[in-house]
């Protein structure tokens, strides 16, 4: 772990050069609240305003630098004096002791000197408050200045104020010019929605989302050293992929991509790992998180957390067994303390989640089932994937060296073994990280590894009768490049499923016409191949030069399908004919013949080694317009044991998204790190719609996809 940055949870702790060199994102925000402080002049009646955002998005920082900004104002600061209280104010427990703490804050300045004396002079006066108030009103007026209040955590202090002393402060604030306040909450102000409440619609309210993408790293370049930068650059420039994948687990929560920081220096690192430490970090704050909640209120974030997804009132009850009218209370506290966040519908039954992603994400690794630890680790490998550079087979290096040094649990260094070939790597890499991962696994989880390219190729040259061998040329391959190496030896075996599978269907109804002597049809039919398939197509391939003699002896009009199934097995890299084939049904719109096809394969199919395949034909499936098809797979009872929507949630959130109006309250359990990505999914969808739309004479245009299925991302 590198130097350790200062501040993380208190920025009022960083020394002012160092924070200020920090601070490098939402400066927007920043200069549109010191417009709106500024905009009144010192006679003019100020606005007031509360900035709300999550923990860790920034609003302490904010704060800090509006005071900053507003002390160094030459133009201003002979009457405008900014005061920033400590983030947490224990001991500011009524109103009176809000001007004592304000007095304390201004005695350092001239004129204010002996304020707090005072008002200390007075405190057994039967109007306390009103005294203190008054005496520091009269103190501004006799120096003509203006404070601004900078106040963390506003929302608690509100809540220590008795109601009369609301409605008190409420008039201050309405009637002088002397204070204006700029506060900070992490909880959604109750009081400013109730219509009987001292401060309804009384400040301005401005939310805090969570970092881009472009902000995020603009972020992590303003941190640390200089020598921590230079590191910071090479992480950026060679995988910008592992900042993507955990800022969007987390939201863009400032805080959390600060703790980040320092694992993204290390260089041996990965997604997987760095999850695992930064949740290590995040632990103790939420744990205590979860140990201040009553009983009932821990019994409802532990459904909420599990389901992941957003629940309604009634899941959460029968998840919990308990009354849905004390969930329903219960909710509106949790929501109150900004613990649970809403998602109002189209109808009386809202929806809830955990207001803070990671704070779920942490929860379902730390105490999650099995089943849900496994789905926040798919999520972690689709979204690297889908954002990954040809870096993997560094990472492969990376990941093998620390299975030879036995620091990964297993489960992790088979996940991470099936994220990075699912991803695809040279064979000889692949070859050596599944034989490794499958030596380092316990004799339980070696089954779950499928074997490597490599183990497949000398499996199929070990299957071939003996008049076929060998199926690769040994010296063509020591010739070729990593591309051509893959697409050579993978093209080879799904050639031959294809033949084969083909022969299945074709070749035995055939071999009728020659039973009968149907010598005619069958002359017409070989004569027919041997017009449009050229030897030359294969002769890279002695196993399957020889295949084909034997193939041309056999069957008529096996062609075009070959020729329809390679095109489609080589631009998507397919290992499973039967899918293939269904994917060409769906192109052809022969729907209810793709559909069987599928549905004959599922039950010997492994969707975990095929997730690339199947999520480019359910993609096809939600151009072709099938949605009615896709959303069985995803929601009927039939379907539930192969859990697609688990293993495939972006596309389940696109068909959703397809589906309209009708289901749009059931989009709106989707979890905001998959925004994007089912954008992308569906903007990929109208690429094939587009293709599939085609005049019947126009020539098939294969869409370019943008980190889809054909790039087999792993499932989820």
């Given amino acids: 772990m590198n130097e350790t940055l200062g501040g993380i949870y208190n920025p009022q702790a960083i020394p002012e050069n160092e924070f200020l060199g920090r601070y490098s994102v939402r400066l927007e925000l920043t200069d549109k609240l010191l417009r709106m402080i500024l905009a009144s002049g010192a006679e003019d009646d100020p606005e007031h305003t509360i900035v709300q955002g999550q923990r860790g998005q920034g609003k302490s920082s904010l704060l800090r630098r509006i005071q900053i900004a507003l002390r160094d104002n030459q133009e201003t600061c002979d009457w ?139 972020l992590l370049r303003h941190l640390g050293t200089p020598e921590q930068q230079a590191r910071m650059e090479e992480v950026i420039s060679q995988t910008p992929e592992r900042i993507e994948t955990l800022r969007r687990l987390t939201a863009g929560v400032p805080r959390t991509l600060v703790l980040l920081f320092e694992i993204l220096l290390d260089r041996d690192g990965n997604a997987f790992r760095d999850l695992e430490l930064l949740l290590d970090r995040v632990t103790p704050l939420y744990k205590h998180r979860m140990d201040d909640l009553p009983t009932q209120q821990q019994a409802i974030v532990d459904a909420v957390a599990l389901g992941w997804d957003a629940l309604s009132t009634g899941e959460i009850a029968r998840a919990t067994r308990l009354p849905s009218k004390q969930v329903a209370a219960q909710l509106k506290q949790l929501e109150r303390s900004n613990v649970i ?164 269907a074709i070749v035995t109804p055939m071999l009728g016409h020659l039973e009968r002597g149907d010598l005619d049809a069958e002359s017409a039919h070989l004569e027919m191949l041997e017009d449009l398939v050229a030897p030359e197509r294969y002769d890279i391939y002695p196993g399957i030069v020889e295949f084909r003699k034997w193939m041309v002896r056999r069957t008529a009009d096996i062609r075009n399908s070959i020729l329809e199934l390679n095109s489609m097995l080589r631009k998507f890299s397919i290992r499973d004919t039967v899918l293939a084939l269904a994917m060409l049904r769906v192109w052809g719109q022969e729907f209810t013949e793709a559909f069987e096809m599928l549905e004959s394969r599922l039950a010997s199919l492994d969707l975990d080694a095929e997730a690339s395949v199947i999520t480019l034909l359910l993609t096809l499936l939600l151009a072709a317009e099938q949605t009615a098809y896709v959303r069985r797979l995803f929601e009927d009872e039939a379907f539930a044991a192969y859990r697609f929507k688990d293993r495939f949630k972006p596309h389940y959130f696109a068909l959703l998204a397809e589906l309209g109006e009708s289901r749009a309250d059931d989009f709106k359990r989707m979890g905001p790190e998959l925004a994007q990505t089912v954008e992308e999914i569906r903007a990929n969808v109208v690429q094939w719609r587009k293709s599939m739309d085609r005049p019947p004479d126009q020539p098939v245009k294969v869409p370019r996809l943008e980190k889809t299925g054909n790039d087999k991302q792993p499932s989820l």
Wanted: some cysteine; glycine content about 6%.
């Fill in 341 to 504: 966040h809403r998602e109002p519908t189209s109808t009386k039954n809202n929806l809830y989640r955990l207001a803070e992603r990671f704070f779920n994400i942490w929860y379902l690794m730390r105490h999650g089932r099995p089943g849900d630890r496994r789905r926040a680790l798919w999520l972690v490998r689709f979204l690297e994937i889908w954002c990954s550079p040809d870096d993997l087979r560094e990472r492969a290096f990376g990941h093998l060296a620390m299975l030879a040094d036995a620091l990964l649990a297993p489960e992790h260094a088979w996940f991470m073994t099936e994220a990075l070939r699912g991803a695809g790597l040279d064979l000889d890499t692949e070859d050596r990280l599944v034989k490794a991962t499958r030596e380092y696994l316990p004799e339980d989880l070696r089954g779950h590894l499928g074997p490597s390219i490599a183990e497949l190729v000398e499996e199929r040259e070990s299957d071939l009768p003996s008049d076929f061998r060998p199926l690769f040329d040994r010296e063509r391959m020591a010739a070729m490049d990593r591309p051509e190496l893959i697409e050579y030896v993978t093209n080879a075996s799904k050639l031959l499923d294809e033949i084969v599978s083909t022969m299945t």
């Fill in 80 to 218: 405008l004096i900014p005061l920033l209280f400590r983030e947490e104010l224990y001991g500011v427990t009524s109103l009176c002791r809000l001007w004592e703490e304000a007095a304390t804050l201004l005695c350092g300045r001239p004129g204010f000197e002996g304020l707090p004396d005072a008002i200390e002079s007075v405190w057994e006066t039967p109007h306390y408050e009103k005294d203190c108030y008054l005496m520091l009103d009269r103190a501004l007026a006799d120096q003509g200045v203006r404070l601004v209040l900078l106040i963390d955590n506003i929302g608690d202090l509100f809540g220590k104020l008795k109601r009369p002393e609301q409605q008190r402060l409420r008039e201050i604030l309405h009637t002088t010019k002397r204070i204006q306040i700029v506060g900070a909450s992490t909880a959604m102000l109750e009081q400013h929605y109730d219509h009987g409440a001292p401060f309804y619609q009384f400040f301005r309210e401005i939310n805090l989302p969570g970092l881009s993408g472009e902000e995020a790293l603009t």
